[in-house]
């Protein structure tokens, strides 16, 4: 079993900083690529960021700029640090990993419970 379990979120005024981080755990063997992806009331569920496990990025437009993705591998961790905040921000975000779990599978894709940011105007 694998889990992702997502820190940080909140309620913050427009302007404001906050930053996520979702750690994995449980059998990984290795984790290809972690990520945030976000989903507002009404919409579809949207990419914001992912970084592989090589430290290529990934980033929506709408928050190049402004959003910060990084990652600790040792930790086995992700970051958000969300800056310049919107109203339009305002969302569940989702934790997102492609793990294996041994060295003969595929990447599964593994989702965290999500974590709510609302940005206040």
């Known amino acids: 079993q694998v889990q992702l379990v997502e820190s940080g979120g909140g309620l913050v005024q427009a302007g404001g900083s906050l930053r996520l981080s979702c750690a994995a755990s449980g059998s990984i063997f290795s984790i290809i690529a972690m990520g945030w992806y976000r989903q507002a009331p009404g919409k579809q569920r949207e990419l914001v960021a992912r970084i592989s496990s090589g430290g290529g990025i990934n980033i929506a437009d709408s928050v190049k700029g402004r959003f910060t993705i990084s990652r600790d591998n040792t930790k086995k961790t992700v970051y958000l640090q969300m800056n310049s905040l919107k109203s339009e921000d305002t969302a569940v975000y989702y934790c997102?990993?492609?793990?294996?779990?041994?060295?003969?599978?595929?990447?599964?894709?593994?989702w965290g419970k999500g974590t709510l940011v609302t940005v206040s105007s």
């Open positions: 997102n990993a492609a793990i294996t779990t041994t060295p003969i599978t595929t990447g599964t894709d593994y």
